[in-house]
C-alpha cells in the first residue's frame, strides 16, 4: 500500500511548531502550578510560625502578669491541667528566680568543686621512699591549671648521683588514679545502684582496699523492724525498736574480672569481715584484658595518668641537710590531672608503683617535708 501525502510541505511545518508551542505551553503550566503549591506551603509554614509566635507571646503575658488589656484570657495550663501562675503577682518574685537558678545550679558547683584535701595523698605516691627518699622543703599549688610547684631535697649519702630524683620521676610517670561507686543490688528490682558516697569509709587491710558500708546509719538504707516482745492482756501494746545492723565490707581491689564476680556473690577467704553477697566496686578507671579477665596494667595506666606529663626538673645541685648529710637539691614542676580533685568524682584512689592510700579517707600526713639543704662549697 502506498500513502500520498497531500499537505504541502509549508502546512506540516506548521504543525510541527504548533506542536512545540503546545507542549512549551504545558510546561509552564505544570511549572506555575508547582511553584503556587511551593508558595501555598511557605505560606501555610509562615502563618503556623506566626500563631505559634502569637502563643509563646500569649502565654509569657499570662505566667508573668496574668490577663491584661491586649491578653484578655489565660488558658495555658501544664500537663496536669492545673493553670499555670503568674510570676509578677508574687511579691518577693525576684528573690524566688534568684533563689530557683541557684537551687538549678547548685549540683553543677558542687561537680565543678576542687577537693584541694587530695593534694597530699597526691604527693605521698609521686614521693619516693626509703633509700631513694624525697622530701619537699618548699610548696606551692595552682589547681585552676593542676600544677605544683616545689623545691625538694633527695637521698644522696651513698653516693654523689642523682638515683633519687630519676626515681621520683619514674614514680610520678608510673602512678594512676581510680575512682567509681560501691554498688547494692536493690532486691526490689534486681539491679544494682550506688550507695551514697557519705555512707562508705574506706580502709586499707593487708594491702587491700575495703569499702566499709554503714548500712545502719541516717539515710544509709537503714531498716526498721516492727515486733511483739511479749503478749499482754491489751492487744494494742506494741514495742518497736531498730534492728542493729552491722557494717558491710565491700572488696574494692581486684586483679582480675573473676574476683569482681566474687565480691558480687560473697565469695571471700576473709571470715573475720562481714562480706555479703549483692555489694562490689564499679571502677571508672581499671581496664580488664577481654582474652584473660586480668587487670591491663597499660591501659588503665593511659586512662586515669595522675601525671600526664613529663615532670621537668630544674637548679639540681649536692648539697647537706641538718644532720650533715649529703643530699641532692632539685626545683620541681609537676602537672597533676586535674580529674582528680574533682569532688563530683567519688571514693578517688592514687595507685604508685610500690603503695596505694585512698584520697578522701586519708588521715595522717606522712614525714614528707623537710628543711632546707646547705649548698657545698665549689669543688
Not at 651513698?158 to 588514679?177: D, T, V, W
Not at 593487708?206 to 538504707?221: F, M, P, R, S, T
Not at 641537710?321 to 602537672?335: H, K
Amino acid at each position: 500500500m502506498y500513502e500520498i501525502s497531500l499537505v504541502p510541505d509549508v502546512k506540516a511545518e506548521l504543525l510541527k511548531k504548533q506542536k512545540l508551542r503546545n507542549l512549551v505551553i504545558l510546561i509552564c503550566i505544570i511549572v506555575s502550578i508547582a511553584c503556587g503549591a511551593v508558595i501555598l506551603i511557605l505560606l501555610g509554614f509562615t502563618g503556623t510560625q506566626a500563631l505559634t509566635l502569637a502563643g509563646i507571646d500569649t502565654e509569657v503575658v499570662c505566667r508573668t502578669t496574668g490577663p491584661t488589656r491586649d491578653v484578655k484570657k489565660c488558658d495555658q495550663k501544664d500537663k496536669n491541667g492545673r493553670q499555670y501562675p503568674a510570676i509578677m503577682k508574687f511579691e518577693n518574685y525576684e528573690e524566688l528566680l534568684t533563689i530557683q537558678d541557684q537551687m538549678h545550679n547548685i549540683k553543677l558547683l558542687n561537680g565543678e568543686k576542687i577537693k584541694m584535701s587530695r593534694l597530699f595523698p597526691v604527693l605521698d605516691i609521686i614521693l619516693p621512699t626509703g633509700e631513694n627518699n624525697v622530701s619537699i622543703t618548699e610548696l606551692s599549688a595552682d589547681l585552676s591549671e593542676g600544677v605544683l610547684y616545689f623545691d625538694a631535697v633527695g637521698s644522696a649519702s651513698n653516693n654523689i648521683g642523682y638515683r633519687s630524683l630519676e626515681a621520683f620521676k619514674k614514680n610520678a610517670a608510673s602512678s594512676y588514679f581510680d575512682y567509681g561507686d560501691y554498688m547494692r543490688k536493690d532486691t526490689s528490682t534486681g539491679e544494682y545502684v550506688a550507695i551514697p558516697s557519705f555512707c562508705i569509709t574506706e580502709v586499707l587491710e593487708d594491702n587491700l582496699i575495703y569499702g566499709v558500708y554503714h548500712k545502719g546509719a541516717a539515710g544509709c538504707e537503714a531498716p526498721m523492724v516492727s515486733k511483739n516482745n511479749s503478749e499482754s492482756d491489751d492487744d494494742d501494746e506494741e514495742e518497736e525498736e531498730n534492728e542493729k545492723v552491722d557494717d558491710i565490707y565491700i572488696l574494692r581491689t581486684y586483679r582480675n574480672k573473676s574476683e569482681m564476680e566474687d565480691a558480687k556473690n560473697g565469695n571471700t577467704k576473709r571470715k573475720d569481715l562481714n562480706i555479703k553477697a549483692g555489694y562490689y566496686f564499679e571502677s571508672n578507671c581499671t581496664v580488664f584484658d577481654g582474652a584473660s579477665g586480668n587487670i591491663d596494667s597499660k591501659a588503665t595506666l593511659e586512662k586515669c595518668k595522675l601525671v600526664p606529663e613529663e615532670v621537668t626538673t630544674t637548679n639540681s645541685n649536692f648539697g647537706k641537710d641538718a644532720d650533715g648529710n649529703l643530699v641532692l637539691s632539685f626545683t620541681a614542676n609537676v602537672y597533676v590531672n586535674m580529674d582528680v580533685f574533682k569532688s563530683s568524682y567519688k571514693h578517688m584512689r592514687v595507685i604508685g608503683p610500690s603503695r596505694q592510700n585512698v584520697t578522701d579517707s586519708y588521715i595522717q600526713v606522712r614525714d614528707m617535708f623537710t628543711d632546707k639543704a646547705t649548698d657545698l662549697e665549689d669543688n
